[in-house]
């Protein structure tokens, strides 16, 4: 929690493929999810986690246990998105992330506003373990 | 059918198959939305929505404009699992609908809890249509 | 191969939803593949195969090692279409599948037809098992 | 770039998120055709098709009619695949796509072997339209 406030946040862009898109033209509603989560990923390994280590080495795993969205405008074939990855709050065993999904550029309009609430567990009991807070200390908000 | 209090819900049985699993073992989080939708679908087309016909001849569409959803325990490849859907709250363009995910049966072990906003536009202009308060007369709630 | 045969392959109905089309209006080519499997899930659970107790206590798997199809006609948002399989061949560690995609019923319009060459192999090894004919015998081609 | 013999692919790299896998703990056959797609995107983005354009302006798309792969070696969580697309024959209104997957880089392992055979078509009547030549003149093969 050092970073400046006015530091920009993790961003990773994203090209929205035929895939990406339903019948109605834009990105299907569950798919912004996944994007969130490619960001997520994208953070996690530029604050130094190896997920595939903690997985397989240590059994332990970030798990979603709650996400909301507003989606604001749609994102279509061939465009690229930017989302975005920050840390709103630290827990124990869970913590919060916004995540907003923007249109081009970081200041290009924006088009959902998202935040999920991350637990980190026990691949094998599934029981909350705590969040190494060396992971976000010089890092974000 | 009028709404009794103690009406049961829509429920749309839906079976896990290893596209819906990720290398966690369980469901990917962002597929539980694709399972609300489908229950979504089904249960419009009980309350005799054609979303078809209104897409292709009456260009007008149901859209997502807000969802969230708390991941209480996960599904697995070959479960299956009961998705609810029930109308919250009926407003002029938008109504809130309550999605539930049991594992097994409608009494099993509540997976997930969920709402979504909905809004009816026109396909075209992306614009709010007044949602035909028909549909949900004597049906719901 | 001891059924009749004029006998009716395995068929399995499935309903397409927002999430399975794209931006062309149609079901996004991948997404058959899926359909496919669905429909192979249900073909070896027909056939007594219980995939979650080989994959948990005996730690074998099916996977795809060869697949193709020719997509002759799309299918679109709210269709119906029946994915069928049927035994084309048992080898001693792969088998062949054969499955069509048919509009509406068994006998509407053609969609696409594919063929899938399967294994059956050790989850942690990787290596080939022998395929257990019995699953097959009585059943099908 | 002349198409000299031993010209390099055209390449694109992806990274294995949690969406591509399933509970075998490998990616899921039918993504790898996701992974396809937009290795063929960016190729054909980087000849200087405008696919966008085609469908808003001129109403033409390009479809898959046919497609195979042979699944030699299955990707992982995290994995970083380079997907390839090169163009194996050109005909008046199809042409055929050879496509690897390859593992890290593209001299690493090789995962997948595959063909796609495309077409160009009016997108309202999908009637097959004549390639453009023009747009593999100088630079695949």
Redesign the interface.
């Known amino acids: 929690m050092t970073a400046a406030d006015n530091a920009e946040p993790f961003a990773w862009p994203i090209?929205v493929?035929?895939?990406d898109?339903?019948?109605?033209?834009?990105v299907?509603?569950?798919?912004y999810?996944?994007f969130m989560?490619?960001a997520r990923?994208e953070w996690l390994r530029a604050l130094g986690v190896d997920?595939?280590a903690l997985?397989n080495d240590e059994r332990r795993?970030f798990?979603?246990?709650?996400?909301?969205?507003?989606?604001i405008a749609?994102a279509?074939?061939?465009d690229e998105v930017i989302v975005t990855a920050g840390l709103a709050k630290l827990g124990r065993a869970t913590f919060d992330i916004e995540q907003n999904i923007y249109l081009g550029k970081l200041d290009g309009p924006l088009l959902l506003r998202g935040t999920v609430k991350a637990a980190f567990i026990d691949?094998d009991t599934?029981r909350p373990k705590r969040v190494p807070a060396s992971i976000f200390e010089e890092n974000t908000l």
């Open positions: 090209r493929y035929y895939e898109t339903d019948a109605q033209g834009v299907y509603y569950a798919n999810f996944r989560e490619r990923t997920q595939r997985l795993i798990v979603v246990t709650e996400t909301q969205a507003a989606f749609p279509r074939f061939n691949a599934l």
